[in-house]
């Protein structure tokens, strides 16, 4: 490391000046820090400012910066020097040491307290980051295989030839359309909203076909899937059995969905009289009508009454129901109901609901309907019977007169709902050695409420990654992708989700949510042609190595990456895909034996800061706090907790991490060992609803932490002296509470035994 | 048993939904109602109501034309048109409640002892008269609407208001006597026989 120059630069600006001994903060750079110099400056972050540094890592041969300013998330345009083969690190002085502190003579020494270990900690870091160079395997390939011919599947193939990319649109039937070309109309996407409209699937096929840009295999799936963003390998076989080998920079699966079998509903009468039929089927019979009156399947009867059951076998929780909502079958009924009153306003059409739901401007739609004498009855139905000479009667309660009452119609459209097509379920337990049968049987509950429905018979992509061939799920079966945040992403880097196989949706929403899956197809080709990561960290160059000499071959790292970005080679070493790596570094926060590591983050740089604090004796009254935070959630609801002049303990030393998942038990243990008091985690929501922006990172860092009880008895501490919490950006009350209240907890049990 | 059965099915056909369209004034919003229950809970009066707005509209979509017809329900309304500010969908509740009022008294299926029935055709006999109310005898008529003991005792409560309306000069006891009405009664009365004779025509198409 002799190569090592370090400039650390104060600022003065922000009240920092009059607020801090910054001669001094310079004096500890350059003493304690082995900065080759330290500089001050009166407003860091201003032209001059910038200039000044920008001139001694060209003139002076910096290499590495530390900006002693505000908070890592403020002026980033200003501090990128990152570019230039320089790391910086960053002081939090602040909204991590002024604007978290009183500004009372009292306070004064601890606040410079508080800054001069933020200045140490800066140091230490930075002189264990190396610049992170980009990905040397980066590749860039600008074609994109669309899994599946729908209206999703040929709108983002669409949207991906209009934007100059070469597309594959690989459809396991003999046509383009999907399920939306056996519809006779849809639902309006336009204003006024008032009838059903062409489905223009006819000419989405046109447009396909004729894209120069966008190629076709019908009668095709996808046997084989292996590589990473860039430089995906996919094996096309069609019915006949041919294969051929084709290479992609981004994959989009628009499987869509398979439809609810209604033979799961006697009880609604599906199978007992042609006169109950689903939704799918009066498009087909209507169709069959040809703009005519609709005849009764039994007995070929005008049909002169319909009666529509809603959320049939959905919204309900028993066996063999969908417990959600498919959200496209209300206006689809409303639909359907207007195909008979367009062609015979005479015709009674009952649409039996229980909440009507229409989302936007489709109760524009809705109140059509009305306009159009469809009459909307609150009621649950509780059983369809055939009725003698053909037709079929309802039973069902009425909601709003509270009564039993029955109904008969020649015909009966059951709404039913959608499942997603979206392959295998590859968390699938098998019974583990030692497992109890009580345990499997909890894994194989949590398998089926993950599948629903679901057969997870037949996968669709055959990814040859470690984690198994198919995307991940969260619920019932539909792909998992980060629905607060990022709601494109799978946890599969480069292959994005879209349409009903995600969630449930009609054909707007499918259309509209393609785009966005192109977009971001597009950003992780891009982004993978320039070795940099594409999401949720855009465009750090960064990636995990690991040191092979050391590695045990325990598998840890392989098995927690929750994006299946770690294969094994045949020696059972690791493989890390980079291009399919979001740099959470929960593989850094797994690995026993401490050899994987980033460039710029890695278990010494944060290791080292934690070592850089001065721990005073244990008669100073002067504890010491490590609070590790998440740099998404937890420390910008620090930042913003100072920011709002919410001040807490001056006691504590915060350091940002990239996830939780990231935090390696030794830094805990370290912390605990060369004296510090207590240590906080602070990660984002885990489990179902979880908010992390890696999904598994905090729920790892939870499991881990659950076991370090036995560690601290090792060490004869209390256990309490270290918390892991789930810290929400918004808790920016809370936050700084749980720093006092460990504050509070430390004063009550002691202080920590091992300061030296 | 199969009886009441095929009454019900029958019931729920919506006929009854286009005779309200046809007859009730402003009938043709019924069918827009979305069943949030808005202008129920809205009411100042919706506890006292045996079917609330809300339950009218279902009941009338549901065909339940006997059980509408002859409901006190919207004889209760005051006319207070919250239930119109607030309904989401923009129904003029309070004048679908009036209308049905009006078409039910129409077909003769009005709870005949109903006493907003009957204030009402007081008033409506008072002024078509005149063409301008005579409050004396309009409110001595309502006090008496009961009978006469009844009469008295409503009339002996109500005196010291009486009283100090006949001080200042706003009541006017020999309109019990005489009373002047407006200038054209004789056109007012052709006014109201020829909107009458519209009124059935249009009734007469739906044979209400």
């Known amino acids: 490391m002799s190569d090592v120059k370090i400039g650390a630069y104060i600022c003065k600006g922000c009240g920092l000046g009059d607020r801090l001994d910054t001669a001094a903060l310079a004096k500890i750079a350059e003493r304690e820090g082995k900065a080759a110099f330290a500089k001050e400056h009166d407003f860091l972050c201003s032209e001059a400012g910038v200039a000044m540094i920008r001139e001694d890592i060209e003139k002076e041969g910096v290499n590495r910066v530390v900006i002693a300013a505000c908070s890592r998330r403020a002026k980033t345009d200003a501090f990128a020097f990152d570019g230039d083969g320089v790391a910086v690190s960053r002081a939090n002085l602040r909204e991590g040491v002024i604007w978290a502190r009183p500004d009372t003579e009292e306070a004064r020494e601890t606040t410079q307290e508080m800054a001069e270990d933020y200045v140490r900690m800066a140091c230490a870091e930075v002189r264990y980051m190396t610049p992170p160079q980009p990905n040397p395997e980066a590749q860039t390939n600008r074609r994109i295989l669309v899994v599946g011919g729908g209206v999703s599947g040929m709108t983002a193939a669409l949207e991906a030839a209009k934007a100059g990319y070469e597309v594959t649109i690989v459809e396991k039937s003999g046509a383009l359309g999907g399920w939306a070309a056996k519809l006779h109309r849809r639902v309006p996407d336009h204003a006024p909203y008032a009838d059903p409209q062409e489905t223009g699937v006819e000419a989405m096929i046109q447009s396909v076909e004729a894209d120069p840009r966008i190629e076709v295999v019908l009668n095709a799936r996808i046997t084989r899937t292996s590589g990473a963003p860039g430089r995906f390998s996919a094996d096309i076989t069609t019915e006949s059995g041919q294969t051929r080998t084709e290479n992609f920079g ?133 059983e369809v019977k055939p009725a003698n000479g053909g037709g079929a009667v309802v039973h069902f309660k009425d909601l709003i007169l509270d009564e039993d009452v029955q109904v008969e119609a020649d015909l009966v459209v059951l709404a039913t709902g959608m499942i997603p097509n979206s392959g295998v379920d590859i968390e699938k337990p098998e019974k583990r050695e030692g497992q109890s049968d009580e345990d499997y049987q909890k894994a194989l509950e949590e398998a089926r409420v993950r599948m629903g429905l679901n057969p997870g018979e037949e996968s669709v992509l055959n990814l040859q990654y470690r984690q198994g061939p198919d995307l991940p799920k969260l619920r ?150 490590l609070v590790l935070a998440c740099e998404n959630d937890a420390y910008p609801a620090l930042d913003m907790a100072a920011q709002n002049g919410i001040h807490y303990s001056p006691f504590v030393r915060i350091v940002p991490v990239r996830c939780l998942g990231s935090v390696n038990t030794i830094w805990v243990t370290d912390a605990l060992n060369s004296g510090y008091d207590g240590v906080i985690l602070m990660g984002c929501q885990k489990g179902e609803n979880y908010q992390c922006h890696f999904v598994k990172g905090s729920e790892m860092a939870h499991y881990r932490m659950g076991k370090i009880g036995d560690s601290l008895e090792q060490l004869q501490l209390e256990v309490e002296r270290v918390q892991t919490y789930e810290v929400a950006i918004t808790d920016i009350e809370r936050a700084p509470r749980l720093i006092n209240e460990m504050e509070q907890l430390i004063e009550k049990i002691g202080m920590s035994p091992f300061k030296f | 048993m199969s009886d009441l059965n095929a009454q019900m099915v029958e019931k729920y056909r919506n006929s009854f939904l286009k005779e309200v369209e046809a007859n009730v004034e402003e009938g043709e919003w019924v069918k827009m109602c979305m069943q949030c229950g808005v202008c129920s809970g809205s009411c100042p009066l919706g506890p006292y109501w045996e079917h609330p707005p809300q339950e009218i509209f279902m009941m009338i979509r549901a065909g339940k034309r006997e059980e509408v017809l002859k409901s006190e329900s919207m004889w209760m309304c005051t006319s207070c048109y919250n239930c119109i500010v607030r309904c989401p969908r923009g129904l003029p509740i309070t004048h679908i409640m009036h209308g049905l009022a009006h078409y039910a008294e129409r077909l003769g299926l009005a709870p005949k002892q109903n006493p907003t029935r009957r204030f009402a055709l007081m008033f409506w006999d008072n002024i078509a008269k005149h063409g301008r109310v005579n409050e004396t005898v309009l409110s001595i008529k309502l006090y008496f609407m009961d009978g006469f003991s009844a009469g008295i005792k409503r009339a002996l409560e109500m005196l010291p208001v009486g009283l100090g309306m006949l001080k200042a000069k706003r009541f006017n006891p020999w309109g019990l006597f005489f009373h002047k009405g407006c200038k054209g009664k004789r056109d007012i009365q052709k006014i109201l026989a020829k909107a009458r004779e519209i009124e059935l025509a249009k009734a007469a198409k739906f044979g209400g």
Not at chain 1, 546 to 571: L, N, S, Y
Request: net charge neutral; aromatic share 10%; with cysteine.
């Open chain 1, 476 to 625: 019932y079966g539909f792909a998992d992708s980060h629905f607060i945040c990022f709601p494109y992403e799978t946890r599969r880097t480069g292959i994005y989700a879209t349409g009903p196989v995600r969630r449930p949706m009609d054909i707007t929403q499918a259309m509209e949510d393609a785009v966005g899956a192109t977009l971001k197809a597009i950003q992780a080709l891009e982004n993978a042609g320039k070795g940099r990561a594409a999401h949720p960290r855009v465009g750090d160059l960064s990636y995990p190595s690991f040191r092979r000499d050391g590695c045990t071959q325990c598998k840890r790292c392989t098995v927690e990456c929750p994006f299946g970005a770690i294969d094994e080679d045949e020696e059972r070493y690791p493989v890390f895909n980079e291009s399919r790596c979001r740099r959470c570094g929960t593989c850094m926060g797994a690995c026993p034996v401490r050899v994987i590591s980033f460039e710029n983050y890695s278990v010494d740089t944060v290791g080292q800061q934690i070592k850089a604090v001065d721990i005073p004796d244990e008669f100073s009254e002067k504890p010491r706090i």
């Open chain 1, 250 to 382: 981004a994959i989009i699966q628009a499987s869509g969905f398979i439809p609810y079998d209604a033979s799961k509903l006697p009880e609604l009468g599906y199978g007992k009289t042609p006169d109950v039929v689903t939704q799918l089927e009066l498009e087909e019979l209507v169709r069959q009508a040809g703009g005519g009156p609709v005849k009764r399947p039994s007995d070929g009867k005008e049909v002169r009454s319909v009666v529509f059951v809603q959320c049939a076998g959905q919204r309900s929780d028993k066996e063999g129901h969908l417990p959600y909502c498919s959200g496209f079958c209300c206006t689809a009924s409303i639909k359907q109901a207007m195909y008979f009153k367009d062609q015979n306003p005479d015709i009674d059409t009952t649409i039996l609901y229980t909440d009507l739901r229409t989302p936007g401007y489709l109760e524009d739609f809705y109140r059509s309907g009305q306009r159009k004498g469809v009459i909307f009855t609150k009621g649950v139905a509780s």
